[in-house]
């Protein structure tokens, strides 16, 4: 993957907005291989061009690698990420169940792993907000159980 960017020769500093531009691309010419390779890329640790590039990617339309990205952005832990994690979920969730076939409770399992590791109040928030408001009995139940886990209640 390394190659990737060496063929390229570009700089470090632009690689996160060159990835995103050359998954869009991708994405909008219907070439599934190559935008497959580019998540490959964001994904593997010594390629990735950083967190912006995953969190961008997982706003983005087109993409079936929720669960890979979320899993990396929990890993990383950085507050920066909770609004890209609550954008995805809010928007992505049909989306999500669709590519993954996984139900959402499931799918709230993998983000709300991600709040809680972050451990801001903004994803504390989040896992509140989901706990007591989400329309899915699963996505609440599954975030009343993370912040139990976290001893928290879902309404303080």
């Known amino acids: ?3 990737f960017w060496d063929e390229r020769r570009i700089e470090a500093a632009q690689r996160c907005d060159r990835l995103v531009e050359e998954y869009e ?3 909008a010419a219907g070439d599934e291989e190559r935008a497959e ?3 490959d890329v964001a994904l593997w640790e010594e390629s990735s ?6 969190q961008r ?9 929720h669960q890979a990205i979320v899993r990396s952005l929990q890993l990383d832990a950085h507050a920066s990420s909770v609004p890209f994690l609550r954008r995805a979920f809010d ?6 169940r669709e590519c993954s ?3 959402p409770g499931a799918i709230a399992k993998w983000f709300g792993h991600a709040f809680a590791d972050i451990g801001t109040p903004e994803a504390i928030a989040a896992l509140r907000h989901y706990a007591l ?8 139940e599954e975030m009343r159980y993370r912040l139990g886990k976290l001893n928290r209640e879902p309404d303080r």
């Open 1 to 3: 993957m390394r190659a």
């Open 25 to 27: 691309r991708a994405v």
């Open 37 to 39: 390779l580019l998540i």
């Open 49 to 54: 061009p950083g967190r912006a590039a995953l």
């Open 57 to 65: 990617l997982l706003v983005s339309s087109g993409q079936t690698r």
């Open 91 to 96: 928007e992505g969730l049909p989306r999500m």
């Open 101 to 103: 076939c996984s139900e």
């Open 133 to 140: 408001s989400h329309p899915e009995p699963d996505v609440r």
